[in-house]
């Protein structure tokens, strides 16, 4: 059976097509008080709908993504498969260690020039 604007509360709304799948669930509700419904779904499911909500059901690859696995850079680009790549400080967090070293080296060089300054300026 095919939809029609009469008996359908779907017609003519893009949503019923989305890539995100909370609209997707969203407006599926929306067809539980169609009269078509069960007919819609079938149809959709002898058709081999690949997306878009049909009779309720939401058709196609619309999934959550997974849990990702572990990083393999750091947004710097450094390698962090690297046995002892990987710096937890003290307090939990998880930081590259080439990027850890280089913010420490940073932070003792500031503290150097202004030690550095304060004496040179004093001096003077």
């Not at 939809?3 to 997707?24: H, I, K, M, W, Y």
């Not at 009269?35 to 878009?52: D, H, K, L, N, S």
Request: glycine share 12%; hydrophobic share 30%.
């Amino acid at each position: 059976m095919r939809r029609t604007p009469e008996s359908t509360p779907c017609q003519g709304r893009p949503e019923f097509t989305s890539d995100d799948r909370e609209v997707l669930l969203r407006v599926a509700m929306v067809c539980f008080h169609c009269p078509i419904r069960v007919a819609c779904r079938e149809g959709a499911e002898a058709r081999g709908e690949q997306f878009g909500v049909w009779g309720g059901k939401v058709f196609g690859g619309h999934k959550k993504p997974g849990p990702k696995g572990p990083r393999s850079h750091c947004q710097r680009g450094h390698d962090l498969t690297v046995e002892g790549a990987v710096y937890v400080s003290p307090r939990g967090d998880r930081e590259c260690r080439t990027c850890a070293n280089a913010r420490s080296a940073r932070r003792w060089r500031r503290i150097a020039e202004a030690k550095f300054n304060s004496l040179n300026g004093a001096n003077q």
